[in-house]
């Protein structure tokens, strides 16, 4: 039993995730990782994310981040570490999490008292987390804290975002969702990645979505319209609420007044950031 009440802890964890992921649309992220000749946008999504597993191939990337064409992948992977290491990009990835907080918050926020509270706590719910069956999490545990608050905050939410996400991808397998049909069925709620950002960057092909859609279609979750039944809606909350017993731990630790406080301040930083246009327009949704 959880002392928190219902969803703290996913609530909690979606604005710092929203806001971690600021730094892949930023064209500060774009001009960083061209200045050490990574000019591909999607070799440098895939070396920024994956260097702190150090110069990785395109088995490890389709492993851990689950949902993207292994094809794909190895089209940038393991070539791209002969243009830039690990520790290279690493240090572009935070210079330019620096350039994009201070144009999308402010100043005067990045300074704030509220972004060293942010920080301290979002810092202190990730000493709940664990590394094991954890990758992403555990290779991003191993870097060193930024000493400045804004980055600090930025680190601690990588931390939080990637330990969830580690434990969503137990749980799709569990559910026995391939990458593509959790995508897909992802979509046909409204809250994901719309299924134009899908075709753009995670390599699949139409044939390929057409075929996950079929897959779930004879499993009872989706109808021939596309949309969820009411098998397919039981599913994702099944499947939300399993990662939310597996994610548990740090907000536990945090507590619930200070997961709170967390949250509170992780909404604000997130829809000033929005509004300085920190994320496409047509991102999320069915289309």
């Not at 520790?87 to 999490?97: T, W």
């Not at 580690?166 to 799709?172: E, Q």
Request: charged residues 25%; glycine residues 8%; contains cysteine.
């Amino acid at each position: 039993m959880s002392s928190l009440p219902p969803r703290a802890g996913r609530h909690c964890h979606s604005p710092l995730n929203s806001l971690h992921a600021t730094v892949y649309f930023s064209p500060d992220f774009t001009k960083e990782l061209a200045g050490l000749g990574i000019e591909d946008r999607g070799a440098a999504y895939f070396a920024g994310r994956a260097a702190a597993m150090g110069a990785v191939g395109p088995g490890v990337v389709a492993a851990t981040f689950y949902n993207f064409r292994h094809d794909l992948i190895a089209r940038h992977l393991p070539a791209v570490w002969r243009t830039a290491s690990p520790e290279a990009v690493l240090a572009a990835r935070l210079r330019a999490v620096d350039s994009t907080l201070r144009r999308l918050l402010g100043e005067e926020a990045v300074a704030s008292d509220e972004m060293a509270e942010a920080a301290r706590l979002a810092l202190r719910a990730a000493e709940g987390c664990t590394r094991h069956a954890r990758p992403l999490y555990a290779a991003h545990a191993d870097l060193p804290v930024p000493e400045q608050p804004h980055l600090a905050y930025w680190h601690a939410a990588t931390l939080l975002r990637e330990h969830r996400g580690d434990a969503h991808l137990t749980a799709l397998l569990a559910l026995e969702l391939d990458p593509l049909e959790a995508l897909v069925s992802h979509t046909a709620t409204g809250k994901g990645m719309a299924r134009t950002w899908v075709m753009a960057t995670r390599g699949w092909e139409q044939s390929d979505w057409d075929a996950a859609a079929g897959r779930l279609r004879a499993r009872g979750l989706l109808d021939g319209e596309g949309e969820l039944t009411e098998a397919g809606v039981a599913l994702r909350a099944d499947l939300e609420d399993r990662t939310d017993r597996l994610d548990l731990a740090p907000y536990e630790l945090l507590g619930e007044r200070d997961v709170a406080r967390l949250t509170e301040l992780a909404k604000g930083f997130l829809v000033t950031a929005a509004l300085a246009g920190g994320f496409p327009a047509d991102l999320v949704g069915k289309g």
